[in-house]
């Protein structure tokens, strides 16, 4: 008999996890991903905020699965045929299985505007990242050269919207590049008019971590230099005004949104009931409800419990158990356990040589240069890859020992949202001929 047939869609987190621990069992594993390569998402907004290259995050999925049952297939899934247990993907092949693992992650979670998903940047994937840090550096020169103050303001002005993880180490990431680059390489530019604001619709920033730490990054963010505003909510942008909902406008030419995620949308084609933000409910084995034969992982997954955070660790223990129930109910490994997530706890990086840090199981806190040394230890040892975590430490030793950011290129940025974000303050010039 032939070995099972496992179809794995998604290589994130989750789905990496689960094939990483069937390697070499009897079965075999398909990966399904529409990139390559796996993203190391916890330090994408280093690269928007030009600390690390994009390589030193990407590595090749082929180059992790390499194994004798495990192959990777690029494509994009398209939907399913619970019937005949197959998927589809977009150039029309037919994919079969006898086990699927869903990890198809999630997309960022606009509010329902369409101006502000089409002129926001967002931190979801290296081309997003790498068209943010351009559209940053493009603000500089715009400003360096700009005669009106009111149009410089505008370029000078970025506004994060969520003080979560993300926008809390991005702003703290983005207040560290200019207080090197602007006094550095932009003399036409004064410092003390850049304004890098961080809006949070609630009171508190990092509101999973202990009020003692939210205190501390708050005053961190601020003796960097930047504005912190609770209780503020956008519901609209336009490429050059913000709309808030207690009514006020701000011009700034930059807004970054870090203010949530929403399931894949393949989560609706999935049978099952479904959460209302529309992850799919599973129960304690990780499995949709009537299709023991479908686990559902990571940022889609609701499981019974209901602590389903959207992070990294929650997608690895479930990429994990998922391939040790496969295992399991093929006697290849003993049944575990009802699955419970256990938190190894949280760290945030506040600039140089700065981090708080977290640990719930021992309600252990730490904050400072210590917090720094053990965020830094931590995620060099996640980064998949010896030569990802020297070309980490390569930039990371350029950025901490010589004050240089690692990338100050403008590039993957569109002709055609250049000319959108110059807008009405200039024309172009026009041909003489």
């Given at each position: 008999m032939e070995d099972p047939r496992i179809v794995i869609a998604g290589g994130g987190f989750a789905g990496l996890a689960a094939a990483r621990a069937l390697r070499g069992a009897?079965?075999?594993?398909?990966?399904?991903?529409?990139?390559?390569?796996?993203?190391?998402?916890?330090?994408?907004?280093?690269?928007?905020?030009?600390?690390?290259?994009?390589?030193?995050?990407?590595?090749?999925?082929?180059?992790?699965?390499?194994?004798?049952?495990?192959?990777?297939?690029?494509?994009?899934?398209?939907?399913?045929?619970f019937r005949r247990n197959q998927v589809f993907l977009e150039d029309g092949s037919v994919v079969s299985y006898d086990r699927l693992i869903v990890s198809l992650g999630s997309t960022t979670k606009f509010v329902e505007s369409q101006n502000l998903a089409?002129?926001?940047?967002?931190?979801?994937?290296?081309?997003?990242?790498?068209?943010?840090?351009?559209?940053?550096?493009?603000?500089?020169e715009r400003a360096s050269v700009c005669p009106d103050p009111k149009e410089q303001d505008s370029w000078l002005t970025f506004v994060i919207v969520g003080g979560g993880a993300t926008g809390v180490e991005f702003a703290c990431g983005?207040?560290?590049?200019?207080?090197?680059?602007?006094?550095?390489?932009?003399p036409e530019i004064d410092p003390g008019r850049i304004t890098v604001c961080l809006l949070?619709?609630?009171?508190?920033?990092?509101?999973?971590?202990?009020?003692?730490?939210?205190?501390?990054?708050?005053?961190?963010?601020?003796?960097?230099?930047?504005?912190?505003?609770?209780?503020?909510?956008?519901?609209?942008?336009?490429?050059?005004?913000?709309?808030?909902?207690?009514?006020?406008?701000?011009l700034a030419r930059t807004l970054v949104w870090a203010?949530?995620?929403?399931?894949?949308?393949?989560?609706?084609?999935?049978?099952?009931?479904?959460?209302?933000?529309?992850r799919v409910r599973v129960n304690d084995r990780l499995q949709i409800p009537g299709h023991p034969e479908i686990y559902v992982l990571g940022d889609m997954a609701r499981t019974r419990e209901g602590i389903s955070p959207q992070v990294a660790p929650f997608a690895i223990?479930?990429?994990?158990?998922?391939?040790?129930?496969?295992?399991?109910?093929?006697?290849?490994?003993?049944?575990?356990?009802?699955?419970?997530?256990?938190?190894?706890?949280s760290m945030v990086v506040l600039g140089r040589y700065d981090a708080v840090c977290h640990f719930p199981w021992k309600n252990v806190m730490c904050r400072g240069a210590g917090a720094w040394i053990l965020w830094l230890g931590l995620h060099?040892?996640?980064?998949?890859?010896?030569?990802?975590?020297?070309?980490?430490?390569?930039?990371?030793?350029?950025?901490y020992l010589f004050r240089s950011a690692t990338m100050e290129i403008i590039r993957s940025f569109?002709?055609?949202?250049?000319?959108?974000?110059?807008?009405?303050?200039?024309?172009?010039?026009?041909d003489p001929k």
């Open positions: 009897a079965v075999r594993v398909t990966l399904i991903d529409t990139r390559n390569y796996f993203l190391f998402q916890p330090l994408l907004y280093q690269v928007a905020s030009g600390d690390l290259h994009a390589e030193a995050i990407a590595t090749p999925i082929r180059r992790i699965l390499r194994g004798k049952n495990q192959r990777f297939l690029l494509g994009t899934l398209t939907g399913f045929d089409k002129n926001a940047g967002h931190l979801k994937g290296i081309p997003e990242a790498e068209n943010l840090r351009s559209r940053i550096l493009l603000a500089l983005l207040l560290e590049l200019f207080r090197v680059l602007v006094p550095r390489d932009y949070q619709g609630g009171d508190s920033l990092l509101p999973d971590f202990p009020p003692s730490l939210q205190i501390y990054a708050r005053k961190r963010v601020e003796s960097l230099g930047g504005a912190v505003r609770f209780h503020t909510h956008v519901i609209d942008y336009d490429g050059l005004k913000i709309s808030l909902s207690s009514g006020e406008t701000v203010a949530g995620v929403s399931p894949s949308v393949l989560a609706g084609h999935l049978p099952g009931e479904k959460d209302p933000s529309g223990q479930t990429g994990r158990y998922a391939a040790q129930m496969i295992l399991a109910s093929y006697n290849l490994a003993r049944v575990p356990p009802p699955f419970v997530y256990r938190n190894p706890g060099l040892a996640k980064i998949l890859g010896p030569r990802n975590r020297l070309l980490a430490l390569v930039d990371w030793g350029q950025d569109q002709t055609s949202d250049i000319a959108q974000n110059i807008g009405e303050f200039e024309e172009w010039p026009k």
